[in-house]
Antibody, heavy 120, light 111 residues
């Protein structure tokens, strides 16, 4: 069964960084493209970035471009999302999700989400 | 402000049908047949409902259907049931700065 398992909740102070992991089971990172989506409390879903097969690289939403780094360790099938210079507005649940094929233009499945709280 | 516009809420009685709209632009919904819909229960991750505008995901009955006209996509749920009460989000591939754009979400209430 294909599923994604994320790391646990984090509490960080403003200005710090957070690194969230996402391990895939039932397939490999090489076969798919992994993306990160966040959801602030009571708000909607927001795409942060992910691997774009057409570009052959990880693309970031412009809003996060200077603060986010997404990496993949294909030896362990684990992806990471690091967000730096955290501020209170970054308090959200961070989800990893995937396109199981470059020709699939939808996200399925999703990880369980990692709550990140930014508070002094 | 979300890139795709959805109504904040819709409601219907059991057995009725509802439609949720998702309005984008010629850069996303109007350009690509890559609209997907997701259902999200409180404190849960989203689940794929519809992909490529009209195709149902595994586990979803033909009570769920999707369509598109111009820059607006729609999700219709017929024969409403209590378990359909959830938040629904649309998503589209985009040629803009955001490669993927989501709607702001619609809260479906089953009366």
């Amino acid at each position: 069964q294909i599923h994604l398992t994320q790391s646990g909740a984090e509490v960080k102070k403003p200005g710090a960084s957070v690194k969230v992991s996402c391990k895939v089971f039932g397939y490999t990172l090489r076969e798919s493209t992994l993306h990160w989506v966040r959801q602030a409390p009571g708000k909607g879903l927001e795409w942060m970035g992910g691997f774009d097969p057409g570009e052959g690289e990880i693309l970031y939403a412009q809003k996060f471009q200077d603060r986010v780094t997404m990496t993949e360790d294909t030896s362990t099938d684990t992806a990471y999302m690091e967000l730096s210079r955290l501020r209170s507005e970054d308090t959200a649940i961070y989800y990893c999700t995937t396109r199981l094929s470059p020709v699939y233009y939808w996200f399925d499945p999703w990880g369980q989400g990692t709550p990140v709280t930014v508070s002094s | 402000q979300s890139a795709l516009a959805q109504p904040a809420s819709v409601s219907g009685s059991p057995g009725q049908s509802i439609t949720i709209s998702c309005t984008g632009s010629s850069n996303d919904v109007g350009r690509y047949d890559y609209v997907s819909w997701y259902r999200q229960y409180p404190d849960k991750a989203p689940d794929l409902v519809i992909f490529d505008v009209t195709h149902r995901a595994s586990g979803f009955s033909n009570r769920f259907s999707g369509s598109k006209s111009g820059n607006t996509a729609s999700l219709t749920i017929s024969g409403l049931r209590a378990e359909d009460e959830a938040d629904y989000y649309c998503c589209s591939y985009s040629r803009g700065d955001f490669k993927w754009v989501f709607g702001g979400g619609t809260k479906l209430t089953v009366l």
